[in-house]
């Protein structure tokens, strides 16, 4: 996987593994993650993290 896995995006793989994980192992909503990360002082949408979701998932192989 390259050091950044969406081509002109910031995210490296650490924080997509996160937020994949968070969401569908931890069953944690989108909008949930975009207002921890708001409270660490990251202003992550949660349009954001769902487009990051959605480029990551075609990375991805069975």
């Known amino acids: 996987m390259p050091s ?5 995006g910031r995210p490296g793989p ?3 593994a996160h937020v994949l994980v968070s969401k569908y192992a931890d069953h944690l909503p ?3 993650q975009s207002q921890i990360f708001d ?3 990251l ?3 949660r349009s954001t993290l769902a487009d990051w979701v959605g480029k990551t998932a075609a990375l991805l192989e069975p």
Do not use: A, S
Not at 4 to 8: H, K, L, N, S, T
């Open 14 to 16: 650490g924080l997509l």
């Open 30 to 32: 989108l909008y949930r």
């Open 43 to 45: 202003d992550l949408d």
């Open 4 to 8: 950044r896995p969406i081509e002109r």
């Open 39 to 41: 409270r660490e002082g």
